[in-house]
């Protein structure tokens, strides 16, 4: 295939919603490209864009403006990625560039107001004093020597998250309630101890209270200091010893993994679970739980490390995981209710596109299950026979009802398709006629009965040049299959279109006719073809030799058009 076909085929997924396939014809097309091409960047761009994965959007879009920088849509994209990643000032400066390109760009006006309008929303937030916390232009580095963050700092994530703390306060407010971490960041920054016990409150003697006042208390048993209550601390508390040896009963475990060797590989994983709870662990066993085929124990490990992450805060995205886990085991199961049920948990603790396109297609798989569960065919004909009695009655709603029931009870057979087609085009709904007719002929190309319902509907719409191309068709399935059983109404449907489609106007003389009929695009079309013209000047000077150029069946066609527009006339 060209790249102008997958960028149709993207096109369509597109207007479909379906962005993940958008995504992949749209890659395809690229790959096809001789030369590289601004458009099919920018149409992969917005296919990233709508599935929020913004900095992939923001990738194309620079690979866009790079093609052809002088094209405004290319500057929207990557403005709309900037926008969506929270840059606004980048944001802002690329729809500026577009306004430069194109000023009456509608999409860059009303991308620049949304911008700025989040610039309002954005500095009216208060940043609860995290502006001068998170101002020093060394606190990246001061943060990776500090021995209490420098383990988290090693997290590229969560640096980012510091540094859109440092350029936004306002808008990166909120991230401290969905990353423990960052609150451990904020309190090295105040100089807190988090691991510290607090210290006993003791009472210090007022210097200057006057020493008359002094009292001599009673004296009395010393009281037992009661222990101080524990923390509610975020992870458990081990040794690095012992989380240095998890993580090497881990790396092991994943060697065993890759080379397939899953109990193995699940010894190692329970050796690091016990030395160390961080349920990461569990989420890898459970892996190889399932790669083993053991999808109960699979879900009990994931249960297991959902309920454990809880209860000592584990980081939302680990919990994500072990709900797509136990989404893609219950998938394998075949129980697409459950998978679906988990795969939405999964989107509400961290939300990736990955399994977003995994819920999206297991709702539709759910959808094809529950038709496929319908089909009957015995049913179907109880409706086929039933919607013939209320189309004999001309009960035409009735009919449609009946038939709608035929197709739900045999989706296959193209004759449910048909008779709906029938029904509807009484009730005058003509292009749903056309769409079941098309949808009949899809199911069995060889049902001529469906052409001649279409082109019977096409005409009522009045649209002659895609009747005629209709029962074209009919014709040469009908000679191929049919042995020309229904050429006789073929041809009298096609006459009658032709003679509506070139008749006289009310109160036009024949020239006059003759003249609009000349300027028909098909007529004008069939007599510039170099071909037509040589075959009619043959024709003027020896008109038997017509009928042998009428063997040929695309010749055929047109001259069967000229004889309708009255350009040849036979006797």
Known sequence: MSAEEFKAQGNQYFAAKDFTKAIEYFTKAIEASPTPNHVLY???????????????????????????DSWAKGYNRVASAQHGLGNLDEAKTSYK??????????????GLK???????????QPDMGLGAMFSDPNLI??????????ELMKDPELVQKVVNMQTNPQANATQFLSDPRLMTIMATLMGIDMDAPEPPQQQQPSQSAPKSETKQEPKSEPKKESAPEPKDVEMEDVSSSSKADADAAKAEGNKLYKSKKFDEAIEQYNKAWESHNDITYLNNRAAAEYEKGDYDTAIKTCETAIEQGREVRADYKLIAKSFARLGNTYLKKNDLQSAVKYFDKSLTEHRTPDILNKLRATQRDIKIQEALSYVDPEKAEEAR??????????????????YTEMVKRAPEDARGYSNRAAALAKLMSFPDAVQDCNKAIEKDPSFIRAYIRKANAQL???????????LNIAREKDLEVGEGKNVSEIDQLFNKASSQRFQALEGETPEQTMERVSRDPEIVGILQDPVMQGILGQARENPAALQ????????????????????IRTR
């Not at 009522?460 to 209709?470: D, G, H, I, N, P």
């Not at 042998?548 to 350009?567: F, W, Y």
Request: proline fraction near 3%.
């Open 548 to 567: 042998d150029h009428m063997r040929n069946p695309e010749v055929s066609k047109k001259i069967n058009m000229l004889i309708a527009a009255g350009v």
């Open 141 to 150: 580095t001061n943060l990776k020597n500090n021995p209490k963050t420098s």
């Open 460 to 470: 009522a719409m009045r649209e002659y040049s895609q009747v005629m191309e209709t």
């Open 42 to 68: 920018s149409n992969r761009s917005a296919s990233y864009a709508s599935l929020k994965n913004f900095k992939k959007a923001l990738e194309d879009a620079e690979e866009c403006v790079k093609v052809n």
């Open 97 to 110: 560039k577009a306004l430069e390109l194109d000023s009456n760009n509608a999409m860059a006006k009303d």
């Open 114 to 124: 949304s911008v700025e309008d989040s610039e309002r929303s954005r500095n009216s």
């Open 385 to 402: 026979l039933q919607g013939k009695e209320y189309f004999t009655k001309g009960d035409w709603p009735n009919a449609v009802k009946a």
